[in-house]
């Protein structure tokens, strides 16, 4: 018999390990990548009304650039985020964000819609490629049993961005324009690059499975866990194995969990993106002043930065199939009272639309946490990237369809009793899911058995073994 060796699992180890201060560290660093792209996403919506008005821009063509960058955005789940398989999650997103932070300095200098339609899709490109890299990093070092917790508090800074956004704007549109604003966000994103290439660790599945980097693995665990020794002896495994191709998202009795979370973001993402791009302009064009308009847009912004707090720990808990379930019907509720409170006093309008932010901002992370629980370590990159482009799709049509029913001179409204609908489609796809999966994993709590990758290597409670 050969003589014994040590194998280390680096997930169990992960899993097993106390939550200390370099798993919160790269929650800090997730959440402030989330933080430069929340604001430089959704920057255009409280920049746009000054715009209209300097450039004499119809509403007909306020929907082709609020859904330029929401292109890009589609453009950088699908294209950007799987090439982190092959270059890892650090060096993919230390690029995006140098991309749009150089991007959205360029914009500055745009002198008509085209330019301004071409500059938000290259931008979008850049925001698209660093979050599902950000957030399956995150994941990956958080224990299972807090995945939810720590991903939904990762985008309290997603929430925090795009209220900053709306809060800067208010403060420097009138006194130097709408290029300030976006300066600051260009500003923010090469700052955090910088810092990013300093502190932000590789995947440990990435190095151990496939740049076999085995001193960085050990750099890495050694932060993770300071006094566990790994000699020289010692066999590094990790959950997954090759560069993943995007079939894998449907084998392995994937297929079914990929469409749901496929078709429930892309609902919840059609209202999302459709009413934080149009609420400034919708509260302008019924009579409440531009800064009052921006504030109460980004207090409803607002409103995800609680659902962020309070969801992941409820997903934990109860697991996520009621707790998205409940938030798809009653934010179709809250959307609807919107249109509702239009004519009414600031107070009601802003309280209503708080609401509607708590559902549809939450549920965007909620189903994000669902992405990296459903999906094993080296397919979550892909499997969130897809399930965001795919939801982009939603997210361009929703300002698309907003702009077309203004334009039509139908009371806004209709967007609002008109955004009931894929809400409703949601939750009736997620309670599906539910039923499948929790089923087939026997009732236990879920994520205990995600579908896996056909000859992945399963975690195991140990964090040292020894093989004969």
């Known amino acids: 018999m050969d003589r014994a060796t040590a194998s280390l699992d680096v997930g169990a180890l992960v899993d097993t390990t106390k939550i200390g201060l370099f798993n919160i560290t790269v929650l800090v660093l997730g959440a402030l990548i989330l933080f430069v792209d929340g604001f430089d996403t959704l920057v255009i919506a409280f920049i746009t009304p000054q715009l209209a008005r300097a450039w004499d821009i119809p509403h007909s063509l306020l929907g082709p650039i609020f859904s330029s960058g929401l292109v890009g955005l589609l453009v950088g789940y699908l294209l950007v985020s799987p090439l982190s398989s092959r270059f890892g999650h650090k060096r993919t997103i230390i690029a995006s964000v140098l991309l749009f932070g150089v991007l959205t300095a360029l914009t500055t200098l745009a002198l008509d819609v085209p330019f301004l339609i071409l500059f938000r899709f290259l931008t979008g490109i850049g925001l698209g490629g660093a979050i599902p890299s950000a957030v399956a990093l995150t994941g990956e070092y958080c224990p299972r049993s807090r995945r939810s917790t720590f991903i939904t508090f990762m985008y309290t800074g997603y929430s925090l961005g795009q209220v900053s956004a709306g809060l800067v704007s208010a403060f420097l549109l009138r006194s130097f324009g709408w290029p300030a604003v976006l300066w600051v966000g260009a500003l923010l994103a090469l700052a955090l690059a910088a810092v990013l290439i300093v502190a932000l660790p590789e995947s440990l599945e990435y190095l151990v499975n496939r740049s076999q980097d085995r001193p960085g693995a050990i750099k890495v665990i050694h932060r993770l866990a300071p006094n566990l020794p790994v000699s020289e002896g010692t066999a590094l495994v990790a959950e997954g194995g090759q560069a993943i191709a995007v079939m894998e998202l449907f084998r392995n009795e994937r297929a079914a969990g990929t469409l749901a979370i496929w078709i429930a973001l892309f609902m919840n993402l059609m209202v999302l993106f459709g009413l934080q791009n149009w609420l400034p302009t919708i509260f302008v064009d019924v009579g409440l002043p531009q800064e009052t308009a921006i504030t109460a847009s980004s207090i409803g912004v607002g409103g995800g930065i609680f659902a962020a707090l309070v969801l992941g720990p409820l997903m934990d808990r109860f697991g996520p199939y009621k707790i998205m379930t409940s938030l798809f019907l009653v934010g179709a509720l809250f959307v609807a009272l919107i ?75 209709t967007v609002f009793y008109a955004s009931v609908l894929p809400m409703v489609c949601g939750a009736v796809v997620i309670s599906l899911m539910g039923r499948t999966y929790a089923a087939a994993a026997g009732g236990r709590r879920f994520g205990a058995q995600a579908p896996t990758l056909e000859g992945e290597v399963q975690q195991s409670p140990a964090r040292v073994t020894e093989t004969d």
């Open 339 to 413: 249109g509702a409170a239009l004519s009414s006093s600031v107070t009601i309008l802003v309280a209503t639309t708080v609401a509607a932010g708590f559902c549809t901002s939450g549920l965007q992370k909620s189903a994000n946490a669902l992405a990296i629980y459903f999906y094993p370590t080296a397919l979550r990159s892909t499997g969130l990237g897809w399930g965001l482009g795919i939801g982009r799709i939603g997210a361009i049509i929703g300002p698309l369809a907003v702009g077309l029913i203004l334009e039509l001179k139908w009371h806004p409204s």
